[in-house]
């Protein structure tokens, strides 16, 4: 599967973006998903990931309540809605999935990524 990030940009404090990621190849629906996250002069952490079914959610405690992880598997895509944000949000963001159910955040269970869009949030 190829999978392709969008919908990064620069957002005030509070403000809101949507990044979207285009999955292409067959099977979409039997990835599980994650978004990661990762900023400048630091390592990628986790974020968000979602079942293959989108039945099962799990976010970080960092934006738990601010941040949505979801999916469409009728359009081979995945969300991430992201509101309230800070300015330590702002980083290169990265779809990734994965081939079998992957250890929460574990990156290296995620079999395939996306290049990256970058959120940047002004204070």
């Known amino acids: 599967v190829q999978l392709q990030a969008s919908g990064g940009g620069l957002v005030q404090a509070g403000g809101s973006l949507r990044l979207t990621c285009a999955a292409s190849?067959?099977?979409?629906?039997?990835?599980?998903m994650g978004w990661f996250r990762q900023a400048p002069g630091k390592e990628r952490e986790f974020v968000a990931a979602?079942?293959?079914?989108?039945?099962?959610?799990y976010h970080v405690d960092s934006v738990k309540g601010r941040f949505t992880i979801s999916r469409d598997n009728a359009k081979n895509t995945m969300y991430l809605q992201m509101n309230t944000l800070k300015p330590e949000d702002t980083a290169v963001y990265y779809c990734?999935?994965?081939?079998?159910?992957?250890?929460?955040?574990?990156?290296?269970?995620?079999?395939?990524w996306g290049q990256g869009t970058l959120v940047t949030v002004s204070s």
């Open positions: 990734a999935a994965a081939l079998l159910p992957p250890r929460t955040g574990t990156m290296g269970e995620y079999n395939y």
């Open positions: 190849g067959r099977s979409f629906s039997t990835y599980y």
């Open positions: 979602i079942s293959w079914n989108g039945e099962s959610t």
